[in-house]
Structure formats: structure tokens, C-alpha cells
């Protein structure tokens, strides 16, 4: 689908110096304390994600630049990671490294897999399932239920529910025509997307319900017909905003933040403020590597990693990485446009819809243009199911950048 005809050998090259340079800048920072297994396992990572861009080049005839502007995501990720915390530093590697497996798995098992538009009730049970695990067995963190361990691992349940709720959107409309013949067919998707948002505002996850209401949204405006049914929705969705701010006292206290931290800035406010300090500190150019104070913000290595790397990186930088985005979801709408299958034509085009709410919500909440959700930046912020479940999407997604000829199955 797309043409191979492009030099894909300067992008990969320059990545390459990109992560060579951050390697040395690292050594420098840390000569004194910089282990041998730490750059062992640094430049194996540059080394597999050199390698990696250049076997999907052999590989696949679709999008050969979505994998290189996730990884350069990731690499500045992990810089900023490291610097701040070494040994959290030292799990993100490993977990870029099981993505990039994860990548390259999802991508064979997809493509081998012919009747993946047929499962619209394995979707919806599989996701239940993942529902009731997280309600039965979650730990509560910043309000919120959303993490299971088991065996001392811990995980985002939510992270493959997303993943199967655009499976699950996907097969509804690519059988829409079945679904509508059948009695209360065209309110299956509606019913159970509410059933959904249900179950998150008992985990009181509403980050994650703000996700999959402006997924499904999105989605439903250029699929549905009804476009009373739409308005209607988008009415609920408001409401259900109101409703949560007047039942959840920590909702009703990320608002007020939001409208003045400056009036709580020892307490609830602290967070945000400290965050837009550090993007002022930054300038266009950023303090330089290892000279910021990017641990004086809470969580800075999850929620907040945009306002540390534009604090030592610099606000050029900062932009690179929201153009890095654009670009990627313009990538991924320009797959779902070409994708003449039409389940992997909305499901590319669901993956790009996610990739552009998380990476909004989270730019425009450390900036305060909007309230705090505590989502994470994919494939930049600390954390192992985030990146994981997002490297699954991508490969996804780079299965539906190709011609597909399954459209009858």
C-alpha cells in the first residue's frame, strides 16, 4: 500500500546517531556511577531497534514510518526515564525491548488470523472478563481501581480493554447491516459502550471513561446512521461529566486545581504548578541533560515526563514530540483512508483516534488547558502495561497498512 520506493535509510540512520548521542550524554552525566550492565543493555536496545526498523522494511510492503516515530518517542522516553531515575530507567528498557517483541508478534498473528470481524461477542466477554478481574481483584491508586497483581505483577486491565473495544466498534459496523436486521440490532454498540463507562465509573477511572466515550464518539459519528442517536450520546457524555464532578470529591478537586492551583500551591496544586515551572525554566532549549530539577514534581516519570523533557530538552523539543504525534495519527488516518477492508479500515482508523485523545489529554494536562486525568504518554511515559498494549495497537495497526484481500471472510 504504501511505496517502498522511499529511502527509509536517513530516518533510521539519524535515530541511530540520535541514541548514540543520548548514550554518551548519559555516560557523561553518570561516569561515576554508570554500571557495565546498563550499557550493555542500552546499546542492545539501540542495536535492536536499528535492526528492527530495518527487517520491517523486508518484511511488509505497508508504513514503514510509524514504527520509526514510535521509536523515536520511545528513545526520548527513556532518556529522560533514566535521568531521573536510573533503575526505573533500566525496566524501560526491558519493556521497550518485550514491546518490540510484542510488535513483530502482533503483527504475524494478526496477519494469519482471517475472521478476526466475526468476533464481536468474544470482544464484548473478553472484555467483561478483564472488567470484573479489575473490580475484583484492582488495588485503588489515586482514586482510582485500575491495577491488578498477581504474582508480583503488576498490570492495566484497561490497557487491552481499549484494544478490544476498537476490535469490538470495528466488527459492529463491518456487520452493521446484519445488526440492523435484527430487533434493538442498531443500540447493541450503544448498550454496551454505557455498559462499559459503567463499570470505569465504579472503578472511578475517568480518565479512562473521557478515552472510550471520545473513542466511541468519534467513531460513531462516521459510522452511525442515526445521527439523532449521536447527539444523544454526546448529550450523555456531558452529562455524565457533571454527574461524575458532583459525585467524586477527587474530580471536583482536579477542577478546582485546574481553575487556580496558584491557591492551593502547597497542597492539592503543587503538582501542576510545579509542572508549568519546570516548562518555563526549560525555554527553547532546555537546561541541558541532567541539569533540571524535574524530580521536585510528583510522579514526573508517568504523568509527568512532557514538563522534565522540556524542561532539560527544551520547548523545540517538546513540539517535536507533539509533531511526532501529529504525524503518526495523520499516518494512521491516511491507513484507514487507503484500507479497502473495511473492518481494518476502522479499526486503523480507531488505534490513530486513541493514540490522539491519550497524547492530547495528557499535553493539554500538563499545560493546563484542561484538567488533570492522570493518563500516560504512550510510548514516552514510565510504565510497562502503557507500553506494551501500545506497541500491540502499532502492530495493528501495521498489519492494516497493507492490502488486505479478506474482505469476504
Known amino acids: 500500500m504504501f511505496s517502498k520506493g522511499i529511502n527509509y535509510k536517513v530516518p533510521r540512520n539519524l535515530l541511530f546517531i540520535f541514541e548514540m548521542i543520548a548514550l554518551f550524554l548519559m ?159 442498531n443500540y447493541y454498540l450503544v448498550g454496551i459502550m454505557y455498559l462499559f463507562i459503567f463499570f470505569l465509573f465504579l472503578q472511578r477511572d475517568l480518565g479512562s471513561v473521557l478515552i472510550f466515550s471520545s473513542l466511541f464518539l468519534a467513531l460513531q459519528y462516521i459510522y452511525h446512521e442515526d445521527r439523532k442517536l449521536v447527539l444523544l450520546n454526546f448529550a450523555v457524555l456531558i452529562l455524565s461529566s457533571i454527574l461524575g464532578y458532583i459525585i467524586f470529591p477527587h474530580v471536583r478537586i482536579r477542577f478546582e486545581i485546574w481553575i487556580n492551583p496558584w491557591e492551593h500551591i502547597d497542597t492539592t496544586g503543587y503538582q501542576i504548578t510545579q509542572s508549568l515551572f519546570a516548562i518555563a525554566e526549560g525555554g527553547f532549549f532546555g537546561t541541558g541533560l541532567g541539569l533540571g530539577h524535574p524530580d521536585f514534581i510528583p510522579e514526573v516519570s508517568k504523568d509527568f515526563i512532557f514538563s522534565a523533557i522540556c524542561e532539560e530538552m527544551g520547548i523545540l523539543t517538546g513540539i517535536g514530540i507533539i509533531m511526532l504525534f501529529l504525524i503518526l495519527v495523520y499516518r494512521g488516518f491516511k491507513i484507514s483512508i487507503n484500507q479497502k477492508n473495511k473492518f481494518f479500515r476502522i479499526v486503523a482508523l480507531g488505534i490513530s483516534i486513541l493514540f490522539g485523545i491519550q497524547s492530547f489529554i495528557i499535553f493539554g494536562g500538563v499545560v493546563k488547558m484542561i484538567p488533570l486525568t492522570g493518563i500516560t504518554i504512550p510510548f514516552v511515559s514510565y510504565g510497562g502495561s502503557s507500553m506494551l498494549s501500545s506497541f500491540i495497537a502499532l502492530g495493528i495497526l501495521q498489519v492494516a497498512s497493507e492490502e488486505l484481500d479478506i474482505e469476504e471472510v
Not at 536510573?86 to 475472521?115: D, R
Not at 481499549?162 to 466488527?171: C, D, G, R, V
Open 27 to 185: 555516560f557523561m552525566y553518570y561516569k561515576n556511577s554508570l554500571d557495565r550492565s546498563t550499557i550493555i543493555y542500552g546499546l542492545s536496545l539501540i542495536f535492536i531497534v536499528y535492526i528492527s526498523n530495518f527487517l520491517l522494511l523486508k518484511i511488509t510492503t505497508g508504513d514503514n514510518y510509524i514504527f520509526l516515530i514510535v521509536t523515536m518517542l520511545s528513545s526520548i522516553g527513556i532518556i529522560m526515564i533514566y535521568r531521573i531515575n536510573p533503575q526505573q530507567g533500566f525496566k524501560q528498557i526491558v519493556w521497550i525491548g518485550l514491546g518490540i517483541v510484542l510488535f513483530f508478534a502482533t503483527y504475524f498473528m494478526i496477519k494469519k488470523i482471517k475472521s478476526l470481524k466475526s468476533w464481536f461477542i468474544y470482544y464484548f466477554f473478553a472484555s467483561i472478563a478483564l472488567f470484573g478481574m479489575t473490580l475484583l481483584l484492582g488495588e485503588r491508586f489515586k482514586g482510582a481501581i485500575n491495577w491488578i497483581s498477581i504474582g508480583g505483577i503488576t498490570f492495566q486491565p484497561t490497557e487491552v480493554i481499549k484494544i478490544l473495544t476498537i476490535f469490538l466498534i470495528a466488527s459492529y459496523y463491518a456487520n452493521y447491516d446484519k445488526f440492523k436486521e435484527k430487533k434493538w440490532g
